[in-house]
């Protein structure tokens, strides 16, 4: 069994800055993919970015420019750091985990952490 644990969401100000963490533990053999998602209230939950294991990056348009995407394959860490926050921004942020171990592979998700944009 895998477990993410996140942190680093808050309240913070238009333009403002945030970095969020997410760690990995137990039986995690491989880890492939790393992403951030994100849902905001009534509406669906989007891919914000990803880092596979050897560090090629994508992100969604909306946040392109702003957000950071890195991983610390040494610590098992996934981390998000967010520049420039706009109030669209706001929502709950979950990071994700795909790998493989012994019993096969998983596809784990952390328990979201809030991030409101506010003035």
């Known amino acids: 069994q895998v477990q993410l644990v996140e942190s680093g969401g808050g309240l913070v100000q238009p333009a403002g800055s945030l970095r969020l963490s997410c760690a990995a533990s137990?039986?995690?053999?491989?880890?492939?993919?790393m992403s951030w998602h994100r849902q905001a209230p009534g509406k669906e939950r989007e891919l914000v970015a990803s880092?596979?294991?050897?560090?090629?990056?994508n992100y969604a348009d909306s946040v392109m420019g702003r957000f950071t995407i890195s991983r610390d394959n040494n610590k098992n860490a996934l981390y998000l750091q967010m520049n420039n926050l706009k109030p669209e921004d706001t929502a709950v942020y979950y990071c994700?985990?795909?790998?493989?171990?012994?019993?096969?592979?998983?596809?784990?998700w952390g328990q979201g952490t809030q991030v409101t944009v506010f003035s």
């Open positions: 137990g039986r995690i053999a491989s880890i492939g993919t």
């Open positions: 994700n985990v795909v790998g493989y171990s012994w019993s096969g592979d998983y596809d784990v």
């Open positions: 880092i596979t294991s050897d560090g090629s990056r």
